[in-house]
């Protein structure tokens, strides 16, 4: 299992989130914060900050014209 506190698990989640909505139509932003130590965790912690409101994207992605 891994862990999605981590960097490394945050960056994978991120970018599995953005790909969802892309392939839904959709343009997120969702970026990586480092909190730093967290006493209750007994570790560091990093978080993900979106542009989205109550999970749902906000914008849809442009057409492309061919």
Known sequence: ???L???D???RLAAQI???WRKRGFDVDVETRDEGFVSTMRSARTD???DMV??????M???EAN
């Open 48 to 50: 993900l900050r979106s």
């Open 61 to 63: 992605r442009p057409i």
């Open 9 to 11: 698990g945050a960056s």
């Open 5 to 7: 506190c981590t960097r």
């Open 1 to 3: 299992m891994s862990d």
């Open 18 to 20: 953005k790909e969802f």
């Open 54 to 59: 109550n999970g749902m994207p906000r914008r």
